[in-house]
């Protein structure tokens, strides 16, 4: 089946070490209830990834963005449940074995090229994350701060506000990031999602109102060019495959958890749905790729904007965290190293200051790693798992999934890549 019990003995001793997926907000002593279930499925799925839909839409049109979405949201939950299924085939062939996170998946289905692969996409899509959250952090400031009619290009101290943003951020992230442990930001993780829904609501508000008022000319499709960038956005907005399998070990009833999944990606794809939507037909053609800096400078849009700021500077802790067990279970044997933290933050504050479009690096990480992590790896270890059991149908559609799904990351990432470096040009 592409996995011996000697591996399995094996994994079993990696699994003390602490991996590139544990649960942000600690691990869960109790099974958790179907509605506690569907709230850790909501808080790991939904992110900043929603504020670029807009401008996506706009790019793509309404109704061509609206089937990228809901058609990633599908494929989405089909490979979740993927890793399921495998985990339980496996749990349920080698007794010993113990199967807690994705990376421990990936070792006992293809050995330690298995895990590798998924620590280096969990270490690139999780770092992608957080280089995201210091574009909008520094563009968001520099737009309520800086930014004027009377001052198109300014400038703080001869230096970009960007970049002086960033920079600000630098020594309070190597303060934050030097945290040993995730128990001292668990109170931030759920701060950070009450903001992100709080400010969600007051967008489609707003939005609401604007597009009564302006009723702009809208696209409902895009050229073939926009795509790609579509599918990348999307694919980042539902990126949460790392931790489907922590929560469903946490689930009281594991029968219903499909159910359970089921209902929640059904949820959030209908709420990011509308939220894309209600953004792009409030401002048509004037949508930015940060959909909250056309709500002008108001005391309202400015406390919304700095509350998604302060959000994400808090967030950003805990989502390096997987990337810091990763590289210290590598490099340090499991142990906590301050250097290595350090020299991280460095790297994506560098990557941070470079790129110049927020939502066209949401579709570079969604188009490259978050592919590559939520359907390629998914659709390969489910075929090793299952290829005697498989029907043709089966079959096909795993390996379509992994053909697919590395075309499209291949042409993604190079599409994103062209547009990111012709905007800096």
């Given amino acids: 089946m592409g996995f011996a019990k ?46 670029g839909l807009p401008y996506t ?24 449940m993927l890793l399921v299924y495998s985990r339980r085939r ?47 952090v520094a563009n968001t400031l520099a737009y309520l701060f800086n930014y004027s009619i009377t001052k198109p290009d300014p400038k703080i101290l001869g230096f970009s506000p960007k970049s002086v943003y960033i920079w600000s951020c630098f020594p309070f992230q190597l303060g934050l990031n030097s945290i040993p442990t ?30 009564l008022t302006n009723r702009p000319v809208l696209e409902m499709f895009g050229g073939f060019n926009v795509f790609f960038y579509g599918l990348g956005v999307a694919v980042y907005a539902f990126e949460g495959i790392g931790m489907v399998l922590p929560l469903e070990s946490e689930t009281r009833d594991k029968d219903k958890f499909g159910k359970i999944l089921g209902l929640a990606m059904a949820f959030i794809s209908l709420m990011f749905g509308a939220f894309g939507i209600l953004g792009y037909f409030a401002f048509g053609e004037d949508t930015k790729d940060i959909i909250t800096t056309n709500l002008g400078q108001g005391l309202l849009s400015s ?29 340090c044997e499991g142990s906590y190293c ?30 490259s790693v978050c592919i590559i992590l939520g359907f390629v790896l998914p659709a390969l270890f489910h075929l090793i798992v299952f290829k005697d059991e498989l029907s043709w149908n089966g079959l096909a559609f795993d390996s379509a999934l992994i053909v697919m799904g590395t075309v499209f990351a291949v042409y993604g990432t190079s599409s994103s890549l062209m547009e990111i470096l012709a905007k800096k040009a």
């Avoid at 933290?341 to 690096?361: E, G, I, K, Q, S």
């Fill in 6 to 51: 000697d591996e399995a003995s094996s994994s079993s001793y990696v699994l003390s070490i602490p991996r590139e997926d544990t649960p942000l907000l600690g691990k869960i002593q109790h099974l958790s209830s179907p509605s506690k279930t569907f709230a850790n499925i909501f808080i790991a799925i939904v992110g900043a990834g929603v504020l």
């Fill in 57 to 80: 839409f706009k790019r793509t049109g309404w109704v061509l963005g609206s089937i990228m979405l809901f058609s990633v949201a599908f494929l989405t939950y089909h490979c979740m």
């Fill in 90 to 136: 496996i749990e349920s062939q080698l007794k010993a074995a113990k199967v807690s996170s994705f990376g421990d998946l990936g070792f006992a289905v293809c050995g330690p090229v298995g895990r590798f692969a998924v620590d280096a996409m969990i270490v690139l899509s999780q770092a992608g994350f957080c280089i995201s959250y210091l574009i909008f």
């Fill in 182 to 211: 995730l128990t001292l930001l668990a109170p931030l993780s759920i701060f950070a999602d009450i903001v992100d829904l709080g400010a969600m609501g007051v967008v489609m508000v707003e939005d609401v109102m604007i597009y």
């Fill in 303 to 331: 406390l919304v904007q700095i509350g998604l700021c302060i959000n994400l500077f808090l967030t950003f802790p805990l989502m390096m965290n997987p990337v810091y067990e990763v590289m210290e279970r590598r490099f």
């Fill in 338 to 367: 301050l250097w290595i933290r350090w020299l991280v933050v460095l790297a994506v504050t560098f990557v941070a200051l470079v790129v110049p479009n927020f939502a066209d690096f949401l579709s570079l990480v969604g188009s």
